[in-house]
């Protein structure tokens, strides 16, 4: 009995609950209670906030770790291999076209929340101070998630797969000076051949996913320590923020900070630095406000996690994912087009080659990491920053029109083709 | 909290049993193990006693595969198709009846999709026939699945097939390599042919082309060439043999297949008449080889056709560097062989050429190797329509030496030329003379040229 | 909504969730376990009775056995793989026996351990006769020394 009461003891780590100790050392020793904090905003658990969609994309991620462990264990990154890999996915094993499902589902679902994800930051402008910086990670996330996307594309070796990483990565090529370098560096060779193949699984399975592990704990890291979730819209009173002070600020302004002895809550950091933190603190009227994590924050991320599961396995149930014929470098599908997230920059391309392969690309990535920072206005509120939320809706739709326009409206030879025109490729 | 937040916790989690359940209810019943139990019971009923029976019916449901790593393919077909190889199946129903005449060519061995097509990784009916989207080759339709016999065995007489060696004849004397390209020789006009069996295109689709081109191909180049319905066949099967797959060693020692008829082919070929006889029919230079299948084993003549010297050390039989396949079929061939057969093969051999007329012959034979009769015709009629240029046909080459010298033609098999058009403004005519030099030799050049002044001549007297 | 309320919805949530994640991981298991073996079968058939001669045993080299044909009583199949460590053991006809060429452990013409570190006799293998008139092997079936077909 004793050495289980050990064994337990060991585990948890804390003293008896029934102790004052036990019961603060519940929180303090637990890893999860230290992602969340141990209350949260009750604000904040509002789905109409946040909609959960950060938390989306993370359960889908999780999805996509878990059966793309599985998927592995059934797949060879030879070419010939990959593809008759695919067919036995497909034929003979068991759950094969369901787990297969669930990845590709979950993978495109991951890029469309992650970009949702983005949109509902900018609209309720919580990238703002002191959050910048996690909007920086957070675009990183996105191009990570994008770069898992293109990557995967290829394994199958499909027609499919081939030709959309053939086009993607002529796409890159455009850059100036160091374009086709770069291209031949991923592909380790001039074409798509074996050595993209194993390059590109690396990069899928090795590379990618534990940088996104680690921005995603930053990111995780940093929504604690600027203070937890921003606060909605709806909630934000009409004037205030001052008297912030920032640790490891300019002098100046480290100066200007004579600490009362308030009612805020203060910091004695290894009892060197004191002062009000960095982020917008509780006052003690809120204190009502906020409810423990567990169960409340806890129970609705169960409930989402669940949903985002059932969601994509009911998708996986009654869609497999396709497979073409097998990658043949002498028969070019007419059109071959690049993965659908990428039809918007093929779009352009089309029509300046400069354009869609090297501007566009280049000043969206520079203008979303440049957001935070050139977006002097300091008001969250939608009616005090109406030129923002014009702008970077008109950024959305465009990219959403391009992209419907990529992969609903080009038939053969990339000539502008309504979907319910049907037209028979290579008849000629 | 959230008032229904439990309630949607308790759905969804139900939801997700009920999705798991059927996900795996939906793996575990796959459409092949309802194929395999009807099988097990067929089985079943033939067995004498309960014991037998319940053995049978307890036999575990698994997907039966052959391996076929020299022919690159996986065929899961015997997963439905169980009786293929048990005799006692052969009035069963299918998918499960016996495959009758299967000779050597066993399942275990080869496979079930290098001849009848479909798709062999697959493991239900619609997508292993193949008639699904993403696969090029479903199943062959019955009236043409003999011609897959050609996809191995790639020279000689295949016994039950005429088809192919007809068609393999046709290609090669009714002038296709003109504008076709098969294995890296012939002209650029039309498509490659090498991996015409490996493509999309349906026998039906073939024979029709071959019957009427523009039917099925409008605005082809290719010349109606008026083939007969049986003509059409054997092209069309000889087409569907030709797939460029790399077979592996095995399968292409199977290239010939080693019947007497093949045999006697080579004997002819090889000219072994020159040396020997057969009851005392031929020359006398090396022994008789009337009954040397009694005198000797088929291990010691095979020896012998290997290396000579070793048998018989200073022997004057030449190596000719004979496969194992050709080996035995001229073992097989002499097995049968008779003095009237000899002597048949004797009255076929012409008297020796001069050089000249050797010079004809070859150059006749180049005329309809490299395609030249697939414009000009077998007869140098010409003929063949080719819209805006020079009246609309491809000119006969009968009256060539009025106009030309046989430098001048030289020069134009040598580099080629555009025919000279009608009409300047109009389309561009679909046929022209390629440039030979790259394929063709001076030699062969100077002998086909030789061959059309033969030709001349005689036109000349005709008039 | 009250806390008992909470509880019982919140119960039989988890009791569900419980059993839908019990599921999943058989079907994980499930999913691993190969349907399909890209290795010589366990079950193969290996040509008809008259292919083998009679005395000196036949080594099939993919399948890794030897195939017995004895005029007097018939067919049987011997393992070629040493019960020690695995390695393929050779026949030699010189003294009926055979031999490991990795730790030298040497076995009986019945398959029994003569000396060498095998800690087990040499598995003899079912040998039937297919309705196609082949003999099937099944390594799946192991059968004593004294295992005979009849051909």
Redesign the interface.
């Given at each position: 009995m004793n050495l289980i009461r050990e064994i337990w003891q060991s585990i948890v780590r804390r003293d008896p609950l029934s102790t004052d100790k036990g019961k603060s050392e519940l929180v303090f020793l637990n890893v999860w209670l230290h992602i969340h904090p141990a209350k949260v905003k009750k604000e904040n658990l509002k789905f109409k906030h946040t909609y959960y969609l950060g938390f989306i994309t993370f359960f889908l991620f999780v999805i996509l770790v878990t059966t793309g462990i599985a998927l592995m264990c059934y797949y060879r990154p030879y070419p010939a291999q990959a593809y008759q890999d695919m067919k036995d996915l497909q034929f003979a094993v068991f759950l094969g076209p369901f787990l297969r499902g669930m990845h590709r589902w979950a993978a495109h679902g991951m890029v469309v929340c992650v970009f949702l994800h983005m949109c509902r930051v900018f609209y309720t402008g919580s990238y703002k101070k002191p959050r910048q910086f996690n909007w920086v990670v957070g675009v990183v996330l996105l191009l990570l998630t994008l770069g898992l996307s293109f990557t995967g594309y290829l394994l199958p070796w499909d027609q499919l797969a081939f030709w959309a990483i053939t086009v993607g990565t002529n796409i890159g090529s455009y850059a100036p000076l160091v374009g086709g370098q770069i291209r031949e560096l991923l592909l380790g060779g001039h074409t798509v051949g074996e050595a993209a193949l194993l390059r590109f699984y690396v990069l899928h399975v090795a590379v990618l996913p534990s940088m996104v592990i680690l921005f995603t704990v930053v990111h995780f890291w940093r929504i604690r320590k600027d203070g937890g979730l921003s606060r909605p819209v709806w909630k934000l009173k009409a004037k205030k923020p001052e008297g912030l002070v920032t640790i490891g600020g300019t002098p100046e302004v480290a100066q200007l900070q004579a600490v009362p002895a308030s009612t805020d809550k203060t910091y004695g950091l290894m009892e060197v630095v004191t002062g009000k933190p960095i982020f917008e603190t509780i006052t003690p009227e809120e204190e009502e406000d906020v409810a423990f994590s567990y169960p409340f924050a806890f129970f609705r991320e169960g409930v989402a996690l669940m949903a985002t599961v059932t969601g994509i396995m009911a998708i996986s149930l009654f869609f497999h994912a396709p497979l073409e014929e097998l990658a043949n470098p002498a028969k070019t599908p007419n059109p071959a087009k690049a993965p659908w997230y990428f039809l918007g920059l093929q779009e352009l391309v089309s029509h300046s080659a400069l354009l869609g392969g090297v501007v566009a690309p280049a000043v969206m990535v520079l203008a979303l990491l440049a957001i935070p920072y050139f977006d002097r206005n300091p008001s969250r509120r939608p009616k005090d920053r109406k030129l923002a939320i014009w702008l970077f809706t008109i950024f959305v739709v465009v990219n959403l029109v391009l992209i419907v326009i990529g992969t609903y409206f080009r038939g053969p030879g990339w000539a502008l083709v309504p979907p319910w025109v049907h037209v028979v490729a290579g008849a000629e | 909290?959230?008032?229904r937040?439990?309630?949607?916790?308790?759905a969804?989690?139900?939801?997700?049993?009920a999705?798991?359940?059927?996900?795996?209810w939906?793996?575990?019943t796959p459409s092949w193990k309802t194929y395999q139990r009807q099988f097990l019971q067929l089985e079943a009923q033939g067995e004498p006693n309960a014991a037998a029976k319940a053995a049978v019916l307890a036999t575990p449901l698994?997907?039966h595969?052959v391996?076929l790593p020299g022919l690159?393919r996986?065929d899961?077909c015997t997963t439905c198709h169980l009786g293929v190889?048990?005799?006692?199946m052969k009035n069963a129903p299918e998918p499960f009846r016996y495959h009758v005449g299967l000779g050597t060519n066993v399942p275990?061995k080869f496979g079930c999709t290098i001849c009848h097509g479909g798709q062999g990784?697959?493991?239900?009916q619609k997508?292993a026939h193949g008639n699904v989207?993403?696969?090029?080759t479903p199943l062959l339709a019955k009236d043409y699945i003999r011609a897959s016999c050609g996809r191995c065995h790639k020279e000689g007489d295949i016994p039950g097939v005429p088809e192919l060696a007809e068609g393999r004849h046709l290609f090669e004397t009714q002038g296709c390599r003109g504008c076709h390209k098969l294995d890296g020789v012939g002209g650029s006009i039309g498509p490659d042919l090498s991996e015409e069996g490996a493509s999309q295109r349906s026998p039906e689709w073939l024979e029709k082309h071959f019957l009427t081109p523009s039917v099925v191909s409008p605005g082809s180049a290719m010349p109606n060439f008026h083939f007969t319905r049986e003509q059409a066949r054997a092209l069309t099967y000889y087409m569907l043999s030709l797939t460029n797959q790399d077979m592996g060693t095995y399968y292409s020692s199977l290239r010939t297949i080693p019947s007497s008829s093949y045999g006697r082919e080579l004997f002819v070929e090889k000219n072994c008449i020159v040396c020997h006889a057969i009851g005392g029919v031929g020359a006398k230079v090396g022994p008789d080889l009337m009954g040397v299948t009694q005198r000797h084993s088929r291990e010691w003549l095979d020896e012998q056709l290997v290396n000579p010297q070793l048998v018989y050390p200073g022997s004057a039989m030449p190596e000719y560097d004979l496969d194992t396949n050709s080996r035995k079929a001229l073992v097989a061939y002499l097995a049968t062989a008779t003095s009237e057969d000899a002597q048949l093969i004797l009255s076929g051999k012409k008297s020796t050429l001069t050089p000249e007329d050797a010079a004809i012959e070859a150059g006749k034979s180049n005329f309809a190797r490299f395609g030249c009769a697939g414009c000009h015709g077998t007869e140098l009629q010409g003929g063949v329509p080719n819209p805006n240029a020079q009246g609309g046909q491809v000119p006969s080459l009968l009256h060539l030496s009025d106009d030309y010298t046989k430098d001048e033609v030289i020069e134009v098999i040598r580099n080629g030329r555009m025919p000279p058009l009608d009409n300047a403004s109009g389309p561009t005519p679909p046929l022209y003379m390629p440039s030979w030099k790259h394929l063709l030799s001076e030699e062969d050049i100077h002998e086909i040229v030789e061959f059309l002044w033969s030709k001349q001549q005689k036109a000349k007297d005709s008039w | 909504m009250n806390r008992r309320a909470f509880l019982s919805w919140g119960t039989a949530g988890m009791v569900s969730l419980s059993s839908a994640v019990a599921v999943s991981m058989g079907a994980v298991a499930r999913f691993l376990m190969p349907s399909v073996f890209y290795e010589p079968p366990q079950t193969f058939k290996i040509g008809k009775p008259g292919d083998y001669a009679f005395g000196v045993p036949t080594f099939l080299v993919d399948e890794k056995i030897f195939v017995f044909h004895d005029r007097d009583r018939g067919f049987s199949v011997a393992s070629a793989v040493c019960t020690h460590l695995g390695c393929t053991v050779a026949h030699f006809q010189s003294d009926q026996k055979f031999h490991c060429p990795c730790h030298g452990s040497v076995f009986a013409a019945d398959g029994s351990v003569v000396h060498g570190p095998a800690p087990k006799p040499l598995n003899w293998f079912e040998v039937i006769l297919a309705r196609d008139g082949q003999l099937q092997v099944d390594k799946d079936k192991i059968v004593p020394a004294t295992y005979r077909l009849m051909v």
């Open positions: - | 909290m959230g008032r937040l439990p309630q949607a916790f308790f969804l989690s139900l939801l997700a049993l999705l798991i359940v059927a996900a795996v939906q793996a575990s698994e997907i595969q391996l690159q996986v899961r190889d048990d005799p006692t275990s990784l697959a493991t239900d997508n989207d993403f696969w090029q | -």
